[in-house]
Each structure stands twice: as C-alpha cells, then as structure tokens.
C-alpha cells in the first residue's frame, strides 16, 4: 500500500522526536533533581515522548499494526505519570488532586496493556507473533496503570510517594525510547529477533527496583536522622 505524503511527514517528526528523546533523558537524570535544568530537560523529554507516541500511533493506526498502537498508549502513558504526579504531591494529605484527564489516561493505559496481555497469550497473531514481549509489556503497562487507579482512590502514606512514581515512569518511558533505538540500530542486523523488544526492559526493570532502593534508604536515612 502507498504510503500518503503525511504518513512520511509523520514518520519523520517520529524519528526526529525519538532521536531527541533518548538524547534529552540523560540530560535530566544527569543534572540536579529539582533544579532548573532538571525540570528544563524532563519537560523537553516529556513533550518529546508525546510526538513519539502520537506519530506512532497515528501510523500503527493507519496500516495497522495493532501491537505498536497498544505498545504506543502504554508508554507514553509512562511519561505521562510521571509528569501529572508532580502536580500530586499533596496526595499523601487526602486531598483531592486528580483529574479526569488523570483516570481516562489511566483506564485507556489499562485497557490497551490488558490486550496486550490477552492477546499475547490466546491471538498472538493479532500482535504480530510477538508473544513474549506482548505479554512482558502488557503486565508492566498493567501494573503501572493499576497502581495509579489505586493511588487515585487510596491517599498514599509515604510522603515522598511521588518521587518514587516519577522516577519509574521517566526511566520506563525511556526503556521504551532505547528499546525503539535497539530494534532500528540492531533489529536489521539480528534479522529482527524477538529477544531485541525484551532486552532495554531486562535491564531497565533492575535499575528501577535498584534505584528505588536507594532513594527509599536515603530518605529513610533522613527521616532517621531528624528524629535524633
């Protein structure tokens, strides 16, 4: 099928926004949490993971390819997450915080990473043979999205609870941005391996976990301290 002149305006602008996201997202880990530079590079991110979500959509939609449009809604809403939870801070006090915005990205991201799940294990052909990393991606899309329905509805009791949300989202949106680069850098090389959609996450998911073991023991460590 020919493609239309607007297919490759937004394949271009999904290349460009891709190629700046996984530049941008060491810049913001890099600088100070909370300083200016930080927020600068994250928003920049942030909107760059939207371009790159949106085109891919857009052209999983038109040709389709069912597997990257769920795959699409489940990582940007990543992102997404982790940027909203910053304006929800006060959620560990009880108050209200969240919007309708909030719970349709979180049902949408449920829903699409469900599929993902189901589809994966019963019609694997429906997500291009791609079975294993259908079902990996779903059950991590469904536990984020879940435990933001959670959080919506059960104040959080760890004050720093926010912290915790944006740091996984930011660094699972940016597996997804490192797992794109793999299958275009390498994918032509591996003939396309299926191993290729699982190896960012297999080492992104014990960087998260490892990283929130840190911050959860520093501040801790904190808590401790003012207590003395």
């Keep these: 099928m020919h493609n239309p002149w607007w297919m490759h305006v937004l394949l271009a602008s999904h290349i460009v926004s891709g190629v700046a996201a996984f530049v ?10 909370g300083g200016k530079a930080h927020r600068r590079w ?15 959509l857009v052209m999983a939609l038109w040709r389709p390819v069912l597997f990257l449009a769920l795959v699409a809604i489940f990582s940007f809403y990543a992102a ?4 909203r939870v910053l304006g929800q801070k006060v959620a560990s006090r009880g108050e209200p915080v ?7 990205a979180a049902i ?11 589809l994966g294990a019963i019609q694997p052909q429906l997500v291009q043979n791609l079975r294993i990393p259908s079902i990996v991606f779903g059950l991590v899309g469904v536990r984020i ?9 059960h104040p959080p ?11 996984q989202g930011m660094i699972g949106s940016y597996i997804a941005a490192c797992t794109a680069f793999c299958l275009v850098t390498l994918g032509p090389l591996l003939h396309a391996a299926w191993w290729l959609w699982l190896l960012p996450i297999s080492i992104g998911l014990p960087a998260i976990f490892a990283t929130r073991a840190y911050y ?3 501040f801790r460590s904190r808590q401790d301290a003012q207590l003395v």
């Design 98 to 104: 969240v919007r309708a915005l909030d719970w349709l």
């Design 42 to 56: 994250g928003k920049f991110y942030f909107w760059c993971m939207a371009a790159v979500a949106f085109t891919a």
């Design 108 to 118: 949408l991201c449920l829903g699409a990473s469900a599929a993902l799940v189901v």
């Design 80 to 83: 997404f997450g982790a940027y």
């Design 145 to 153: 999205s879940a435990a933001a329905i959670w959080r919506f509805t």
């Design 24 to 33: 941008l997202a060491p810049l913001a880990l890099i600088t100070a949490k």
């Design 216 to 218: 959860r023991q520093k």
């Design 157 to 167: 009791m760890d004050k720093m609870f926010w912290w915790y949300v944006h740091l």
